[in-house]
């Protein structure tokens, strides 16, 4: 019974991770198309700093607390087009951490990842972002004694992202600005989460 109500309650989270990476393939195929009519590509280093919202495991049935904290380190192409498209192929590494309630046991979530950053504009700039990669989440391997922690444990798998932000180019060699993202890791009890916070990045 257990089993089935898990299935049936991660079909959804899996169709929207498959969707994204769908999503997140084409912006690539796409990308150096567009590039070839844009100007000579730009070394970008983003870092990320979050707030995260849990939304599933249960933060109740497994004494975690609903607010978190993460950071992300991206490393892109930064590409502008004539028409003021600007592209960011890109790679990075983020790190989030989910905090206890009560007794029960935090729980860190590693992710590695690859994607695309599409926005339009030259000084204030709208932007979508997408990621495909791999998600490795750890507990601690001691329970302390008492805790109604569900027996979640250590695992990895596809972990997805999709998100929204707006940059504000303050420099010639700086942009900054706040973002909105959901993730997804796909592995038993399916860490879900929405990050929100602020970037930084250095354009070279």
Known sequence: MIRSRM????????????LASACACAAFVAAPRAAHAANTGKFDLGIDGDATALLAPSPVQNNLSTMGSGFKIRF??????????????EVGYAFDHVFAANSGVPENMNRIFAGLRLGFGVNVVPTLYAHVGYGFRSVSATTPAGTTTAGIVGDSGLAVDTGVAVEFRVAEHLSLGPHAEFVYIDVPNAPQWLAFGGHLDFIF
């Not at 892109?76 to 192929?89: C, G, I, K, S, W």
């Open 76 to 89: 892109a192409d930064h590409f502008r087009t004539r028409n003021a498209v600007n592209l960011a192929p």
């Open 7 to 18: 299935s049936s309650s991660r079909r959804h989270p899996i169709f929207s991770a498959a």
